[in-house]
């Protein structure tokens, strides 16, 4: 499984990162960027942006729409409900940006895509330059899923109004691993699914809360102990909550009863 998280400008390759260069770019395609921008900026993606790791763009696909009206959908040939994206205004905005630089892959955000999963944000993480088209119609013309897009992913076995919230979780579960991103990052080498794992519990100040106390172990100051405590319990959140996540490694390593 490729990891990209470290705390120094080093790629897992050993290549240098150059100051003046992000690790990675990531371009948005949606009808409604207003509803992406502003979560891109806040928080830790957003500092990743200010901080040079990452560049992200959102694009309108209204910018490229046809005539007078900026049209970017139609009736569906066949007849039924809904509006269907059009080809002309997407394949107007890709190509744009691909006239600045070449794309490792585009990928849709659709229920029927593949599910996302940790070791696919890994995968991801490795890219260059990224675009991530966010579909907000009843479907998008097919014609722009065979020629344009290489891959089709889902956040879950559920349907949303639009492809903008799973483009942000994409982008999300991406840009915390570029390095630099998380301030420690321990956090994200750690984190559950990471190791195949789920995370094991964790406790601050107060060490007693409405007569809840954090376990001793954790207050012992024996690194070691805390250690196995961590691993222990965190082999025994995944066997009761998602014991299908347990390898036959985890099993014949005889810490699961
Ligand atoms: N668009 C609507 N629902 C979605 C989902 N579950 N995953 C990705 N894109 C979507």
Not at 106 to 115: S, V
Not at 236 to 254: I, V, Y
Request: hydrophobic share 35%; charged share 25%.
């Amino acid at each position: 499984m490729p990891d990209r998280q470290n705390t120094d400008q080093k790629a897992p390759n050993g290549a240098e990162r150059d100051p003046q260069q992000p690790w990675m770019r990531i371009d948005i395609i949606s009808a409604v960027p207003d509803s992406i921008r502003p979560v891109l900026e806040s928080s830790i993606v957003g500092r990743a942006g200010r901080g040079g790791i990452v560049e992200m763009e959102v694009h309108n696909l209204r910018d490229y729409g046809l005539k007078k009206y900026r049209q970017i959908d139609d009736t569906p040939f066949g007849g039924g409900a809904g509006m269907i994206l059009r080809c002309e205004p997407v394949f107007a905005c890709v190509e744009a940006l691909q006239a600045e630089r070449s794309y490792d892959d585009i990928i849709f955000m659709t229920p029927d895509g593949e599910l996302l999963d940790q070791p696919l944000c890994n995968t991801l993480s490795m890219r260059r330059n990224l675009i991530i088209l966010a579909g907000h119609y009843k479907g998008i013309d097919q014609r722009i899923r065979d020629i344009l897009v290489t891959r089709e992913i889902s956040i879950g076995n559920y349907v949303l109004t639009g492809g903008e919230l799973p483009a942000l979780v994409l982008a999300d579960a991406i840009v915390r691993l570029l390095p630099g991103a998380l301030g420690d990052a321990e956090s994200a080498l750690t984190d559950s699914f990471q190791s195949d794992l789920l995370d094991c519990p964790h406790y601050t100040k107060p060490a007693e809360f409405r007569g809840h106390h954090v376990p001793d172990v954790l207050q012992s100051g024996d690194h070691a102990a805390i250690e196995r405590w961590r691993d222990q319990q965190a082999l025994r959140k995944t066997r009761e909550r998602r014991p299908e996540l347990l390898s036959d490694d985890h099993l014949n390593a005889g810490k699961v009863q």
